[in-house]
Each structure stands twice: as structure tokens, then as C-alpha cells.
């Protein structure tokens, strides 16, 4: 931990210009691509983890609690050294644990998908079987792309999601399939999340500008598979697809739900109650 | 004492190929490939396996320590069993 005091107030994305109005969307331009793109990979994966590990202890049984234990720590040791990466990309002197620690949910890119509380067991396998397919055909996209680094980082976490996608699909068919409480329970899960997965798709400046320095992921055919895998899931599930609705997005400019302000609160308070101390 | 959870399988890890897969454990699973995923979590996850094996508990047929005396005890007064007394060839040796 060192340098944090320049993390605590600036905005990782400086905005040019004048303030935006309040209630006006802050779409400013972004002034360093590659370090937003390499956040929103990091900060996904950080704040799932953190997800994750809420359920350290209640599992609803104690081999599933520690493979959810198990995940959980892959998603943070996925998520440490791309904001390492981004921490390089953005070029002052920050390190994984100052974004990690000691910025504000203004300042974090992840998709609103992540940040929702954890809900019952069934929610969060919802979650995490929607997030692990995505994941795993971004992460098949990014392993073949141009920036050597992120490529290696993409190659290593894949092989990890293949196994979390084995493991939470795995539960939402034995959920979906299961009993008439289990059933109505991920339906509805599945219902309530839906709005949130349209984020997951709609490539904006940030991957345009990316897409030019090598970082180039087709959203239309990484939607379309994915909707293929979810499709294959859902069915065995015998779980009910939801229809394409208004779509929740934002996280990716920072614009956040509630819930991500808790979430950190409870993360980051080890490290700002101790400034700099190492263990 | 009944036993609430899910039904109970044996875990067999393969440290390295070729040697034999050895007893690690056991986990409740509801059914084979969770009894096989619950098992690459609690035993192969630190990259202790190549290779995983689950039995159901049930299947596991298990002398009972009543036998240990007619099943066992036999064997050490037989020395004609233990083929130590020959001087294997060098070529033998080598493996």
C-alpha cells in the first residue's frame, strides 16, 4: 500500500471541460482507454469476488462453501494483476491495492451485474452462471488479442471460468430442475437479473478506442454465442428465458447502484482504518 | 448417528501420471459430477491431482476389524510368500 493519498480524491477518468450538469449523463470523453478497459475487467472480477466471499462460512453446505470460497479468490487473483495493468496503463504511480482500496464507487467500472447483494444461494448462482458465460467467451476473445499482457493475463483466467461455468451451471439446471421452491426461486432470480445482462454487450468509446490499440472484441458474436449457452442452460433448467426489456447499464462510467457503496464500505475499511500497513 | 447431508463419496487423487490414484477423503454430493466437482475443491485445488476418482461410500465393500485376525495375521509367518530370498539380475534391478 503506498501512494494512496493521490487515489483518494482524483477521478481516475479526469472529464474535460466543463462539469457536466447534474442529472445530465457524464458521458465526457475518456482520457486513458486502456486504463478504463483494463479497470472494468479488473474491477468485474474484484467486485464479484468480493461477491463471493460473503458467502465464506454460510454456505449451504460446507463443500460448496468452500467452492464458492474457491472462486472467489480466483476472481481476486484475476482481478489483481489486470489493476496492476491498468494501474501501468494510467501511469501514476498506482498500485493494485491503491485502486482497489482506496477509490470511490464513482471511480469503479464494473458492470452493475456484479454489484448486486449476494441474495439467496440460488441468486447467486444465477448471477455467477450469467457473468462465468460471458466471462469465459470475453476472456476466449481477449486471449488472442494484441496486448501481449492482457492476452497472458486472458489465457490463464479462462481456464479458470471454464471450470466456474462447469460449477454454476451445473447449479442452476440442478436448481431449475429441482424442486417447485428451487424452481420458482432461480426463476425469479433469473427474472430480476435479466435487466442487468444488456450491459454486458454494449460496446461504447472506450471499446472503440481500445479496438485500435489491438484490444478488439466483437460484442455481436460474443452475444450471440452467449445467448446460445444460456439458451442450452435455461432449457435444461426448464427455466423460462425473460424477454428483452429496458436494459440497466452505466456501471461502466461509474454511475452505480447503491449497493456498490456498501459493498466497499465494508471491503475497503481494513485498509483506510490502516494506511499503509502491510500483512 | 444418521448422517443428514447428501450421500457420501470416497475421493481418489492421481498425484502425477502413471502412479496409482490414492484414497484422499471423502464429500457429500447429491449426485456423480457434483461428487466430482465438490471433490476438485476440496482435495485438487492447490494442484495436489491430474486426475480425480469418485465412488459412492456405498459401493466401498470393507473388511471389518474383526477380521483382522484370520484375514491378516497368516501372512507373517510365511516366508516362502516373500520372494526377498533372490538375487534378481542387475537389468531386473534397474526398475
Known amino acids: ?279 | 448417528m444418521s448422517d443428514s447431508q447428501w450421500p457420501l463419496w470416497e475421493v481418489f487423487t492421481q498425484g502425477e501420471k502413471g502412479v496409482p490414484h490414492e484414497h484422499a477423503g471423502s464429500v457429500h454430493a447429491a449426485d456423480a459430477e457434483q461428487a466430482l466437482q465438490n471433490a476438485r475443491d476440496v482435495y485438487a485445488r492447490r494442484g495436489e491431482a491430474v486426475s480425480l476418482w469418485v465412488v459412492p461410500s456405498t459401493a466401498i465393500v470393507a473388511s471389518a476389524p474383526s477380521d483382522a485376525g484370520p484375514f491378516f495375521d497368516p501372512g507373517n509367518d510365511k516366508p516362502y510368500r516373500h520372494p526377498q530370498f533372490y538375487v534378481a539380475p542387475r537389468g531386473v534391478r534397474m526398475f
Open chain 1, 1 to 279: 500500500m503506498s501512494g494512496h493519498e493521490e487515489a483518494s480524491g482524483e477521478p481516475v477518468v479526469a472529464p474535460k471541460g466543463a462539469p457536466p450538469k447534474i442529472g445530465a449523463p457524464r458521458e465526457a470523453p475518456v482520457s486513458n482507454p486502456l486504463a478504463d478497459y483494463l479497470l472494468r475487467l479488473g474491477d468485474d472480477r474484484l467486485i464479484l469476488g468480493h461477491r463471493l466471499s460473503e458467502w465464506t462460512g454460510h454456505g449451504p453446505i460446507l463443500e460448496e462453501d468452500i467452492a464458492t470460497a474457491n472462486i472467489a479468490l480466483d476472481l481476486i487473483g484475476q482481478a489483481a494483476p489486470l489493476l496492476a495493468l491498468a494501474g501501468t496503463a494510467e501511469g501514476q504511480g498506482r498500485s493494485e491495492d491503491d485502486l482497489a482500496y482506496w477509490r470511490d464507487p464513482v471511480q469503479f467500472r464494473n458492470c452493475l451485474l456484479v454489484e448486486l447483494p449476494k441474495g439467496d444461494f440460488g441468486f447467486t448462482m444465477v448471477r455467477q452462471f450469467l457473468f462465468d458465460a460471458y466471462s469465459v467467451l470475453l476472456l476466449d476473445a481477449l486471449a488472442g488479442c494484441g496486448h501481449a499482457e492482457l492476452a497472458a493475463l486472458a489465457a490463464k483466467g479462462l481456464k479458470e471460468d471454464k471450470y466456474h461455468l462447469r460449477h454454476s451451471s451445473a447449479w442452476v439446471i440442478r436448481l431449475g430442475d429441482g424442486t417447485e421452491e428451487s424452481h420458482a426461486r432461480v426463476q425469479r432470480s433469473l427474472d430480476e437479473l435479466w435487466r442487468f445482462t444488456g450491459e454486458l454487450f454494449v460496446p461504447d468509446a472506450v471499446d472503440a478506442a481500445v479496438a485500435a490499440q489491438g484490444i478488439a472484441v466483437d460484442y455481436a458474436a460474443l452475444k450471440s454465442r452467449w445467448d446460445a449457452m444460456v439458451n442450452e442452460v435455461l432449457a435444461e433448467a426448464t427455466l423460462t428465458r425473460p424477454a428483452d426489456g429496458p436494459m440497466r447499464v452505466g456501471g461502466r462510467r461509474g454511475r452505480h447502484t447503491e449497493a456498490l457503496g456498501h459493498l466497499l464500505t465494508e471491503m475497503q475499511s481494513v485498509a483506510r482504518a490502516h494506511p499503509g500497513a502491510s500483512w
